[in-house]
C-alpha cells in the first residue's frame, strides 16, 4: 500500500510523483501504457501560455511561478540524472495580438517586458524544453527517488468503501493508497465522474530538418508556432481538433504546416519534414485546469485538466498539490 497513488505518467503525473516523494510520501504511479507517450511527448515544450491573456488568472499563476523555478529544476535533474532536458531560453517573437487592449492590461498587470522587433515584439525571457528528453530524465529521476512506476495498468474506476475511496481498480489488479492524485489528462474522464467533463483536443505537429542558423527564437502568429531546437531541428505547430481519440494525421495538416513555416522563414520551404505527429490535449469547456479535492471525496486529488500547458504549469501544479495533501504551508 502506498501512501499516494498517482494516475497518469505524463509531466503533470510525474512531476506530482516527483515532489510528493521529495515530501517524504511513499508513491506509486499508474500508467496505462508507458510513461510520458501521450500528450507531454506531443507538445511543443515551450514554458509559457501561447498569448496568456487569454486564459483565466490560475493558469497565470501557475505558469509564471513555474517559469520561476524551471531553469533550476531542469539543471538539478540533470545533476541528478545525467540526462539533459535542454532547457533553453530562446526567447518568444509574437506577431499578432500583442497590441491588443487585452494584451496591454494583462501585460502591464503582470509587469511583463518585451522588446520591440520589425515583425513584432520579443519576450526575450521565454524559454523552452525538449519533451521527450525532459520526460525521459523525469522518469529517471523518479524513479531514483524511489517512486515506483507500474506501465501498462489500465485504472477503470475508484475503490469505494462508505464515502471514502480506499484505491483504484485496474485491469491487472486492485491498489490501495491513502490519497489518488489523478494526472490522467485527457483520459481522466474516461474512469472518474468529474464536476466537468475532460475531453480530448488533438494537435498536429511536424519537425523540419534544417539549419541551426534559420530560426533564432519562438516564433508564435495566427496561433501557431516554429521552435527552434539546438540541433537545427524546427519543430512546427499546431492544429485543434475535436475528433476523439483519433490519432490519424493527414497531409493536408503537413502541408499547411510546412507551408506556415516556409512563409515566415523561405529557406524552410526546402527542408526536410522529418517527422509527423498528434496529441491529445486534456480539454473542457471552461478550459480551466482542475487543480484540488474531488467535489466526492476528500482523499481524492485532481490535478488535470490543463488543455495546452500542462508542461509549463507542472511544478507549481504539483507543488500545491503535495502541499494540500501534506498539509505543508
Same mark, same amino acid.
Given at each position: 500500500m502506498s501512501d499516494c497513488l498517482v494516475i497518469g505518467g505524463g509531466v503533470i503525473g510525474m512531476m506530482t510523483a516527483r515532489s510528493l516523494s521529495l515530501s517524504g510520501a511513499k508513491v506509486t504511479l499508474l500508467d496505462q501504457q508507458q510513461c510520458a507517450n501521450e500528450s507531454s511527448r506531443a507538445g511543443g515544450g515551450i514554458i509559457s501560455p501561447l498569448y496568456p491573456w487569454k486564459y483565466d488568472d490560475l493558469t497565470n499563476e501557475l505558469s509564471i511561478a513555474s517559469q520561476a523555478v524551471y531553469e533550476q529544476l531542469c539543471a538539478q535533474i540533470f545533476e541528478d540524472t545525467g540526462l539533459d532536458p535542454q532547457y533553453l531560453k530562446s526567447g518568444l517573437l509574437m506577431m499578432d495580438e500583442f497590441d491588443t487592449s487585452e494584451a496591454k492590461t494583462w501585460m502591464q498587470?503582470? &509587469? !511583463?517586458?518585451?522588446?520591440?522587433?520589425?515583425?513584432?515584439? !520579443?519576450?526575450?525571457?521565454?524559454?523552452?524544453?525538449?519533451?521527450?528528453? !525532459?520526460? &525521459?530524465?523525469?522518469?529517471?529521476?523518479?524513479?531514483?527517488?524511489?517512486?515506483?512506476i507500474i506501465e501498462h495498468t489500465k485504472v477503470e474506476g475508484l475503490l469505494v468503501k462508505g464515502d471514502c475511496a480506499i484505491g483504484v481498480k485496474t485491469n491487472q489488479q486492485d491498489y490501495l493508497s491513502d490519497s489518488i492524485v489523478v494526472c490522467s489528462g485527457a483520459w481522466s474522464s474516461q474512469w472518474l465522474s468529474l464536476a466537468e467533463e475532460i475531453f480530448p483536443m488533438k494537435g498536429q505537429m511536424i519537425v523540419l530538418k534544417a539549419n541551426p542558423s534559420i530560426v533564432e527564437h519562438i516564433v508564435?502568429?495566427?496561433?501557431?508556432?516554429?521552435?527552434?531546437?539546438?540541433?537545427?531541428?524546427?519543430?512546427?505547430?499546431?492544429?485543434m481538433q475535436n475528433v476523439g481519440f483519433d490519432r490519424s494525421t493527414d497531409e493536408q495538416t503537413r502541408q499547411s504546416l510546412h507551408e506556415?513555416?516556409?512563409?515566415?522563414?523561405?529557406? !524552410?520551404? &526546402?527542408?526536410?519534414?522529418?517527422?509527423?505527429?498528434?496529441?491529445?490535449?486534456?480539454?473542457?469547456?471552461?478550459?480551466?485546469v482542475m487543480l484540488g479535492r474531488h467535489e466526492q471525496f476528500d482523499n481524492v486529488y485532481l490535478n488535470t485538466g490543463h488543455f495546452r500547458n500542462g508542461l509549463n504549469m507542472a511544478p507549481e501544479s504539483a507543488r500545491r498539490i503535495t502541499q494540500l495533501i501534506t498539509h505543508e504551508v
Open positions: 498587470k503582470y &509587469k !511583463l517586458t518585451y522588446r520591440t522587433h520589425p515583425q513584432g515584439v !520579443l519576450f526575450t525571457d521565454i524559454a523552452q524544453v525538449r519533451n521527450p528528453r !525532459l520526460l &525521459k530524465a523525469l522518469k529517471a529521476d523518479i524513479i531514483n527517488k524511489g517512486v515506483k508564435l502568429d495566427q496561433g501557431r508556432y516554429i521552435i527552434p531546437r539546438k540541433d537545427g531541428r524546427i519543430l512546427v505547430g499546431s492544429t506556415f513555416a516556409s512563409q515566415r522563414f523561405e529557406s !524552410l520551404a &526546402k527542408a526536410e519534414v522529418e517527422h509527423h505527429w498528434s496529441g491529445f490535449r486534456p480539454a473542457s469547456k471552461s478550459a480551466k
